[in-house]
């Protein structure tokens, strides 16, 4: 399936350390997203990766992709206390397919 | 700023009873979506709409329709509630798909936590 797969499902990091995860997908894809969500609320977009990029910043994020791998990562550098959350990669082929992974759950301890 | 509403943040409803979930987006948004969330599956989607009175079923329609009788309104309505259907609901929008941008971000709402007894 077109689902992306987040790994790890938990990540606990201190302040100040980088975060890295990552995302798998199984068929080719058009772009890739990737989302944020604080507990019990909605998803907030954070970035696109247009598949003939391979790399992406914003900010304190570093998103790559690999088609040849079916893979992306998400860096965030020098991670804050306000960064835990739960992260989603999403892919999608067109318009309305967008399929979003289970998620990778990020605890930053001040 | 992009606003999408719903109309509940947390909801109780009995097995058997008609629930009608409401969304509203003020940014002229021709796609509309309904998600559920639940833990381990992540975001499911159950059924989108391009446009008004247009609807096409996600991955898991079952037990579930939609209404989209304005633009900016789409309505998710659980025929006869049942306890497989307690979740989190996240309503979503965005706009025309821009093919030379392959650009489609969704612009989420805060989500509906509905239980059913």
Redesign the interface.
């Known amino acids: 399936s077109q689902?992306g797969e987040e790994d790890p499902q938990a990540l606990s990091i201190q302040e100040g350390e980088n975060a890295t995860m990552n995302c798998s997908y199984k068929t080719s894809i058009?772009?890739l997203?990737w989302?944020r969500q604080n507990s019990?609320?909605?998803?907030?977009?954070l970035i696109?990766i247009?598949?003939n990029e391979r790399e992406k910043h914003s900010g304190r994020l570093r998103v790559t992709l690999d088609t040849s791998k079916k893979s992306s990562s998400l860096l965030i550098t020098a991670s804050r206390a306000a960064d835990t959350a739960s992260y989603?990669c999403?892919t999608?082929k067109?318009?309305?397919d967008?399929?979003?992974?289970?998620?990778t759950r990020l605890t930053v301890k001040p | 700023d992009v606003k999408v509403t719903q109309s509940s943040r947390y909801l109780v409803k009995r097995t058997g009873e008609k629930v009608f979930l409401e969304c509203v987006q003020d940014m002229d948004h021709e796609n509309m979506f309904w998600y559920r969330q639940d833990p381990g599956l992540g975001l499911r989607l159950i059924y989108f709409s391009y446009d008004v009175k247009m609807k096409e079923k996600g991955d898991i329609p079952e037990g579930y329709s939609v209404s989209r009788e304005k633009k900016e309104r789409f309505s998710l309505i659980l025929e006869s509630a049942s306890t497989n259907q307690t979740s989190m609901y996240l309503c979503a929008s965005s706009p025309t798909w821009d093919r030379d941008q392959a650009y489609n971000e969704q612009f989420f709402g805060p989500g509906t936590r509905l239980t059913v007894l």
């Open positions: 689902q058009n772009n997203q989302y019990g609320r909605g998803l907030v977009h696109l247009r598949s989603f999403a999608s067109n318009n309305n967008m399929r979003f992974g289970a998620g």
